[in-house]
């Protein structure tokens, strides 16, 4: 069952303990997708409430399987002030081109037209694997809301035409693989989504003020320590589970278990985990 009173902590210690102050709900380390809708508004009112004052932005995502469902959780989000929605493509019945994925996508929009509107392109998941460069293509025509993509996936090539075409920059690219951030910073990705940035977002705050300067090689060296620990966790297993599981060691925050299908970190992962992240010394110190 979700926990609304955590919440409340868990701001807190984003914003003092990691300097993260923007926050993506209802994701995919949210399992949002295997939430009720109730429990979806839930969760959105209470990051509303709770981060009033304290966050800069809070994205909800209203993605679901029918049109319906994303179309209350866009009204709903726009309701409570949210300061973005963003919505997955569907992933039983598929959208199989560019013009039936934006259909579904202007029909969510359309619900919250006040609303900056973002596509959260995550295809190892949804299988949906138009190419974002084809699908920016007079997008804002049909969808005035259109702010910009989560763009989680490796395929640097069709980031970069994205932005190579966003020359009057009216479009914002949030990359969402955390292993691979600084490349995609390299060809012009301007913020990032990821569920590392739960328990290393103070690592990676320095690691983009680094690039910003530039000082590459200290930036190189953040992403190549983090690309260290992630290595080791992935031959472990690592997902969603197991991310809950290191987020709770490191904030002594009590994210709880996942929900069916997915299962309990084991305690072997939770000790090697943690031995391994302790190990790590960072350019700052820690």
């Not at 702010?147 to 996936?153: A, M, P, R, T």
């Not at 951030?181 to 003020?209: C, D, F, I, P």
């Not at 190189?220 to 060691?249: C, D, H, N, P």
Request: aromatic residues 10%; proline residues 5%; glycine residues 8%.
């Amino acid at each position: 069952k979700i926990n609304l009173p955590v919440i409340c902590q868990y701001v807190d210690y984003l914003v003092n303990e990691q300097n993260v102050k923007n926050v993506f709900v209802n994701g995919t380390t949210g399992e949002g997708l295997s939430l009720s809708i109730q429990e979806r508004k839930q969760l959105a009112e209470e990051w509303m409430c709770q981060g009033k004052d304290k966050l800069d932005h809070v994205i909800i995502h209203v993605g679901a399987l029918n049109l319906p469902e994303c179309q209350e959780l866009a009204r709903h989000a726009a309701a409570i002030g949210a300061d973005g929605i963003a919505v997955i493509a569907p992933f039983f019945f598929k959208p199989t081109n560019k013009d039936e994925l934006v259909a579904f996508l202007q029909k969510v929009a359309s619900e919250a037209p006040e609303v900056p509107f973002y596509y959260y392109h995550i295809p190892p998941l949804t299988g949906v694997k138009i190419r974002v460069e084809e699908l920016l293509d007079g997008i804002k025509a049909q969808i005035p809301t259109f702010q910009g993509v989560k763009f989680s996936d490796t395929d640097l090539l069709d980031l970069a035409q994205c932005i190579n075409r966003n020359e009057t920059g009216e479009f914002e690219f949030l990359y969402g693989v955390d292993e691979q951030l600084l490349s995609a910073l390299a060809v012009g990705a301007n913020g990032a989504v990821g569920s590392t940035y739960n328990y290393l977002g103070r690592q990676t705050n320095l690691m983009l003020e680094a690039f910003a300067k530039p000082d590459f090689a200290l930036a190189q060296r953040y992403q190549f320590l983090t690309g260290e620990f992630l290595s080791f966790v992935i031959k472990l297993g690592f997902g969603v589970a197991q991310t809950k599981a290191v987020m709770t060691f490191v904030s002594g925050i009590p994210m709880g278990p996942p929900r069916l299908p997915l299962v309990n970190a084991s305690s072997e992962f939770i000790t090697k985990a943690k031995a391994k992240l302790d190990s790590i010394v960072w350019p700052n110190g820690d």
